[in-house]
């Protein structure tokens, strides 16, 4: 196996397929810099040679994928819900956030949206709620 910046590579899988690997990547990624490295559609990692991946290495190492990706991911909805816009607001309540349909299937969203942020009992769904008027009843009831 080939390991490249923390990724392991399988050896019999085509460079193209292997690429999508990492994540960030997807397949006409890999096709577009399979073309940029002039390597053959034909080729598996096992036949790569030094040279090639070195070129590959240093490709990769210029481009934002696996963790650099995931933080900027998670530091935009962490923007998005500290500057309370309605996108903030239904990634805070692991709802859809595209305009999709809540009435039958949210499942989903429900699971991705609450994956990048840590939900610790915090909503802000609950503070916009809690007014003055029910504040006050929560007082006397």
Known sequence: MLHLLGV???DRKL???ALQYFYGIGEPTAVKLCEKLAL????KV???SELQVNELTNTLANMTIETDLKRQVREQVMHHRNIGNYIGKRHA???PVRGQRTRNNAKNAKKLNGRWVQRR???MWTQLQQGPLNNFLERFM
């Open 15 to 17: 460079v193209s397929t």
């Open 121 to 123: 009992g915090y909503s």
């Open 40 to 43: 053959p559609k034909h080729l």
């Open 93 to 95: 309540m692991s709802l």
């Open 46 to 48: 096992q036949e790569l």
């Open 8 to 10: 392991n590579l399988p």
